[in-house]
């Protein structure tokens, strides 16, 4: 078959089942499980659900109903294999059942499921970018917490309690591999004194750190799945992603947030204020993160920088988080005051 002949129709459906399954268990690849779903959801909605969501959906019934138990026992006999077929949910097996840790790996995948009718919906209409997104991250979360609630409800124990001893045991599993690693005493002395601490932080900030890992999923797909899909699905090239940009009315919720946190510290002391501006303030930050992004990334399409160029800066942000992550954040924030990218924006294009 000559290489520019085009695949025959009938194949779809099992090609996008197979990188579908590819994806989901390739371990590190798994945020983009998505994609493959989200092509057919673009060329045939109905015939996607049917020819391709149901047939992996029945697969991975059988996978878990097979595979988890036997699987987990190798790993943990011979931990160096655990690359091999990495199941989503598998990690949960030594203090669940297998049935809860198959329900939540089934779970997991009509999650990105979601994710690819959320940016297929953004892909194929025209629609509020940032909105959509913040409202898809806002409902799976809530969807999440209480899927979480109503198991804890059910086997009779504490939500924090459990959150919490999971929360300590990933601690104290990241302290030996940093003392398999050889990190210095002092500094792992360190580590197991403010273990606690760290866990309390995190148990803090799990709401908000679910939120924004959903968001960070759904931009993910949705930037990459774009930027893969346009060649072959015409109506997505027209979606321009690097315009979005939050409204004004959250630049108040930042404020808001720090005043409530400063009059918390030194005069009402409530955890449960502190809990909730602080997680909504993180939220905020984060959104104000990717907005940055949104703005390098039209500088680098309007000043035409290479896509190896682009990867190489982007590298660097990552690399240097610490430091321009924060310059990206305050680009982004104050960009509701300056509009950084008027100057360049074509007359009678807005902010989505």
Request: glycine share 6%; aromatic share 16%.
């Amino acid at each position: 078959m000559n290489s520019e002949t085009p695949t025959p129709k009938r194949y779809r459906p099992a090609i996008g089942i197979l990188l579908t399954l590819a994806l989901y268990l390739s371990g590190f690849f798994v945020l983009l499980t998505p994609l493959p779903p989200l092509y057919h959801w673009l060329v045939d909605r109905r015939r996607a659900l049917w020819g391709v969501v149901l047939p992996i959906f029945a697969i991975l019934v059988f996978v878990y109903a097979v595979l988890l138990d036997p699987l987990a026992r190798f790993y943990q006999a011979h931990p160096a294999w655990s690359w091999l077929l990495p199941i989503p949910g598998m990690n949960f097996r030594p203090f669940l059942s297998s049935r809860t840790a198959a329900l939540f790996g089934l779970v997991y995948f009509l999650f990105f499921v979601g994710v690819a009718g959320v940016v297929q919906h953004i892909l194929s209409r025209p629609v509020h970018v940032t909105r959509v997104l913040g409202g898809a991250a806002l409902v799976f979360s809530a969807a999440g917490l209480l899927l979480y609630a109503g198991y804890a409800s059910i086997q009779g124990i504490s939500p924090f309690g459990f959150a919490s001893d999971y929360i300590q045991l990933v601690i104290n599993e990241f302290i030996q591999v940093q003392e398999k690693a050889g990190l210095p005493l002092s500094r792992l002395a360190v580590l197991r004194e403010n273990a606690p601490l760290f866990a309390r932080i995190w148990l803090l900030f799990s709401p908000s750190i679910l939120f924004c890992a959903v968001l960070f999923i759904l931009v993910l797909n949705l930037a990459v799945g774009k930027k893969i899909l346009s060649p072959f699905v015409r109506s997505i090239g027209r979606v321009s992603l690097n315009a979005t940009a939050l409204e004004f009315f959250w630049v108040w919720a930042v404020i808001f947030c720090v005043g409530v946190l400063l009059l918390n510290s030194f005069f009402f002391r409530q955890t449960w204020l502190l809990a909730a501006s602080a997680n909504i303030l993180f939220i905020l930050i984060f959104a104000y993160f990717l907005q940055g992004l949104a703005i390098v990334s039209w500088f680098f399409e309007k000043r035409n920088v290479g896509s190896l160029v682009r990867l190489l800066l982007y590298g660097l942000i990552v690399v240097l988080f610490q430091i321009v992550g924060v310059l990206v954040t305050g680009l982004g924030f104050f960009d509701s005051w300056f509009d950084f990218r008027k100057l360049s924006r074509p007359p009678g294009q807005k902010k989505t």
